[in-house]
T-cell receptor, first 111, second 114 residues
Framework: TQLLEQSPQFLSIQEGENLTVYCNSS?????LQWYRQEPGEGPVLLVT???GGEVKKLKRLTFQFGDARKDSSLHITAAQPGDTGLYLC???????????WGAGTKLIIKP | DSGVTQTPKHLITATGQRVTLRCSPR?????VYWYQQSLDQGLQFLIQ???????AKGNILERFSAQQFPDLHSELNLSSLELGDSALYFC?????????????FGSGTRLTVV
């Protein structure tokens, strides 16, 4: 069974703090994607990382793909209330037509 | 607007009934994916179509079926509905069968079975 374990499941922090969300697997992925979902809406693609060791930045968000392409992290610097949402990671494998999804991290940033 | 259109946005129906959810993919995308998301849970993959043909099946119940039409829109049919079928149903699209560069999701259909 291919699993993508995402942690933490829930995180509630104060505005201005930093945080990191992790996605880990024993499987190798050809790419890994991060999505953000707001209540009642569909997930929105934030970034796709493709190369082992790759780091991508999107304003205060930093995404990293592990060297072995089995894990990824999302780091948010100086979190803002607008960062509140459900963050989902999803891994793509060449042998599958479908993405392997993490269970999500529910993030709440308190003003 | 993501470019993926789902209708209806909300649906309330009784147990035992049948409903049809509709999805129009982003222009140029040939693949359509259907997902179910229950309250505070992750996404459960149901089924994928590519250019009219079924490509992959996930945890889709036998009471559920889907198809993709020549104009690439897709419909998800849910029959003999049960209370546990209440959920958000999302459609997503991508340009090809390979998904390395991400999906575009619609805003979903919230199904409530009473």
């Amino acid at each position: 069974t291919q699993l993508l374990e995402q942690s933490p499941q829930f995180l509630s922090i104060q505005e201005g703090e930093n945080l990191t969300v992790y996605c880990n697997s024993s499987s190798v992925f050809s790419s890994l994607q991060w999505y953000r979902q707001e209540p009642g809406e569909g997930p929105v693609l934030l970034v796709t990382v493709v190369t082992g060791g790759e780091v991508k930045k999107l304003k205060r968000l930093t995404f990293q793909f592990g060297d072995a392409r089995k894990d990824s992290s999302l780091h948010i610097t100086a979190a803002q209330p607008g960062d509140t949402g459900l963050y989902l990671c999803a891994g793509a494998m060449d042998s599958n037509y479908q993405l392997i999804w993490g269970a999500g991290t529910k993030l709440i940033i308190k003003p | 607007d993501s470019g993926v259109t789902q209708t209806p946005k909300h649906l309330i129906t009784a147990t035992g009934q049948r409903v049809t959810l509709r999805c129009s993919p982003r222009s140029g995308d040939l693949s359509v994916y259907w997902y179910q998301q229950s309250l505070d849970q992750g996404l459960q993959f149901l089924i994928q179509y590519y250019n009219g043909e079924e490509r992959a099946k996930g945890n889709i119940l036998e009471r559920f079926s889907a198809q993709q039409f020549p104009d690439l829109h897709s419909e998800l049919n849910l029959s003999s509905l049960e209370l546990g079928d209440s959920a958000l149903y999302f459609c997503a699209s991508s340009p090809r069968t390979r998904h390395n560069y991400g999906y575009t999701f619609g805003s979903g259909t919230r199904l409530t079975v009473v």
